[in-house]
């Protein structure tokens, strides 16, 4: 099942359970979806590698927007956005820890056969890839450019 149809399934017992925020949730996911689906330029189908950018995107403005409520004082705002991340995130495959993001991005230097800072680049088109949804972009960066410089 796609991640598109894994999500519209997901409203309906959230509707039966009257769980208004995981309601408001997988009904602005299932918006971005069809949004995506059809765009200028879209054929109309969503691959399941273009949902999970769309819901790494989605988690990544839910963060930033609790953190600033946070900022301004706006704890119940804060709230909601964290319980929206929170189910958007049940949807995202599980972050990896230090040592596994460590692990992975040495396959990919390995692979790519880095040398040095100079091939930044190169590593970083192969591990943004791979690693999508598992990473966040800063930290894969820092990574990368820090196992680079120990080269």
């Not at 991340?85 to 790519?112: G, N, W």
């Not at 800072?117 to 972009?137: E, H, I, N, Q, S």
Request: proline share 3%; aromatic share 2%; charged share 30%.
């Amino acid at each position: 099942m796609s991640l598109f149809e894994t999500i519209s399934e997901a409203i309906k017992p959230a509707m039966l359970a009257k769980d208004k925020v995981r309601l408001q949730a997988l009904r602005g996911i299932k918006k971005e979806f069809i949004e995506a689906k059809t765009a200028p330029g879209a054929d109309g189908e969503l691959s399941d590698d273009t949902a999970m950018k769309i819901l790494v995107k989605m988690a990544k403005q839910r963060s930033e927007s609790a953190s600033i409520y946070r900022s301004q004082n706006r704890p119940d705002l804060a709230e909601t956005e964290e319980a929206e991340l929170a189910v958007i995130q049940e949807y995202l495959p599980k972050a990896l820890s230090a040592e596994e993001l460590d692990a992975e991005l040495r396959k990919i230097i390995a692979q790519t056969g880095a040398t040095g800072p100079a091939d930044m680049g190169k590593v970083m088109g192969v591990a943004t890839k791979a690693l999508a949804g598992r990473a966040d972009g800063k930290t894969v960066s820092a990574a990368v450019r820090s196992i680079l410089a120990s080269l």
